[in-house]
């Protein structure tokens, strides 16, 4: 059955997805039930629940798959011999994560809310061979957006003072959440505790407070409960220099 499904699609139908994994990346509202679907009938495809706090891959483990992730947050993070942590980047729902690991380095992978992801066994190398045009499209589009998000977090780690790093960070997770090329929302769910994002933002826990505390008092942003509000889109932008060109173009 699922053969038939891949090796009977004709050319329009191909199009027809390819310009759909395009619009995932590039205008992400139009993402419908559908993408799942595309994915979930591939060859090897599995669908995994992990529990939050699971940890899906660890550092030198080897390991490759894809993961497309339907529900939940995940991180990747290295840490360091000294015990503390930094959070190299999330995977959202309706993203698609490449886990790479020779057994070497890698990062290590870990639910931060329940987790629910379509998994396509790796190496992405192999994809161009084995998946449809589209489906490759999508992967390959993915990659290339996780390197402009790790290279705009070490602008940030580096350059950025903390406050002008949060607020872009914020701004960054709240177009994922939203999955919109041109809006920004009000409010979005965000999983992480106060010491995961401090990780994310190479900032101590009590710094995370202070600054975030600023961002309130300033009437930009507020996390309270799991729930990022964005009070003042164009002061957090101007704040944060945001140009969401790396996520949106």
């Known amino acids: 059955m699922i053969e038939g499904?891949?090796?009977?699609?004709?050319?329009?139908?191909?199009?027809?997805?390819?310009?759909?994994?395009?619009g995932l990346a590039?205008?992400?509202?139009?993402?419908?039930?559908?993408?799942?679907?595309?994915?979930?009938?591939?060859?090897?495809?599995?669908?995994?629940?992990?529990?939050?706090?699971?940890?899906?891959a660890r550092e030198h483990q080897a390991r490759s798959l894809i993961l497309v992730v339907t529900a939940g947050w995940a991180a990747f993070a290295k840490t360091l011999p000294n015990g503390s942590r930094l959070i190299v980047d999330f995977a959202l729902p309706r993203e698609i994560a490449s886990i790479e690991f020779s057994g070497e380095g890698g990062e290590t992978v870990t639910a931060l809310s329940d987790v629910t992801a379509i998994e396509l066994i790796g190496p992405v190398r192999t994809c161009l061979s084995r998946y449809p045009q589209s489906i490759c499209e999508a992967i390959l589009l993915a990659e290339a957006r996780r390197y402009s998000r790790v290279a705009e977090h070490l602008a940030g780690v580096s350059r950025r003072d903390p406050v002008e790093r949060t607020a872009h960070f914020l701004l960054e997770l709240a177009c994922r959440a939203h999955r919109s090329a041109t809006t920004y929302p009000d409010r979005f769910e965000c999983p992480l505790t106060q010491a995961e994002l401090a990780d994310a933002l190479g900032l101590s826990a009590v710094h995370v407070s202070r600054v975030l505390k600023d961002l309130r008092e300033s009437g930009l942003a507020s996390f309270r409960n799991g729930v990022v509000e964005l009070h003042d889109h164009a002061g957090l932008i101007k704040t944060a220099g945001f140009d969401r060109s790396y996520i949106s173009s």
């Open 26 to 56: 590039r205008e992400p509202t139009l993402a419908d039930a559908s993408w799942e679907k595309e994915f979930s009938v591939l060859p090897g495809a599995v669908r995994r629940l992990y529990p939050a706090n699971t940890t899906i």
């Open 5 to 22: 499904a891949i090796t009977g699609w004709g050319y329009q139908d191909e199009m027809s997805l390819s310009k759909q994994a395009l």
